[in-house]
């Protein structure tokens, strides 16, 4: 079984740009969430999509970041337009049910702003 | 708010040391609690976890005990090896709200042979 994938694997942009994060969770798993590590700081909780809908979105800093999960499959995170403190490590994690006690990370996307 | 509390890294010890990590955690109910581990270039993988006051979580050689009454989850392991060289994230999730996952700032550990 395929595990959670995400795409890029790293990605330096200049501040002003856009970036486009992708994650694929764990094949039938309807829970999808988005973290973040910044700065070296503690992993922070984004949002939690059920399927395509956005249960949780509690997490996400500001309003220049947009996530979707269009048909209930993968998952888009954009920043737009990016600025320097949104480096960091992006995390996406998947579940196949909300009362699953594990949730399975993917390996993250390093984004570098300039 | 709930969260997670683990020591200052980096860590540095020679294989075959023991190893902790402390972990302490402020929760308004009975989470549950995870360490993750990130082994470098990898991503976040469970290394173990504890549902419920006096469980013990056990895997590759490392342990942590679940206290309620000192509110903790500390991370052991009696000999470590280079192959341990990694960053561990102390972690809870409220049972209650089956959503995000509260992490700890993670502690980096170096063995060195």
């Known amino acids: ?15 002003g740009q856009t970036v486009t994060l992708r994650c694929d969770p764990i ?14 700081k503690e992993i922070k909780f984004l949002l939690h999509f059920v399927k395509e809908s956005k249960q949780d979105e509690s997490g996400m800093p500001n309003n220049r970041f947009l996530a979707e999960r269009t048909g209930g499959t993968y998952s888009t995170l954009k920043v737009q337009p990016a600025e320097l403190e949104d480096s960091g490590v992006y995390f ?16 993250g996307t390093r984004l570098l702003v300039l | 708010g709930n969260s997670v509390t683990q020591m200052e890294g980096p860590v540095t010890l020679s294989e075959e040391a023991f190893l902790t990590i402390n972990c302490t955690y402020t929760a308004t109910g009975y989470p549950s609690l995870f360490w993750y581990v990130q082994y470098p270039g990898e991503g976040l993988q469970l290394l173990l976890k504890a549902t419920k006051a006096d469980d013990k979580g056990s895997n590759k050689g490392f342990e942590a005990t679940y206290r309620k009454e000192t509110t903790s989850f500390h991370l052991e392991k009696g000999s470590v ?4 060289s990694a960053v561990y994230f102390c972690a809870l999730r409220m049972k209650t709200s089956y959503d995000k996952v509260i992490f700890g700032p993670g502690t980096s550990l170096s063995v060195i042979p």
């Open chain 1, 1 to 15: 079984e395929a595990g959670v994938t995400q795409f890029p694997s790293h990605s330096v942009i200049e501040k």
């Open chain 2, 81 to 84: 090896q280079v192959s341990d």
């Open chain 1, 27 to 40: 094949s039938g798993h309807d829970n999808l969430y988005w973290y973040r590590r910044v700065m070296g």
């Open chain 1, 92 to 107: 996406c994690a998947s579940s196949q049910d909300v009362r699953q006690e594990t949730q399975y990370f993917g390996p």
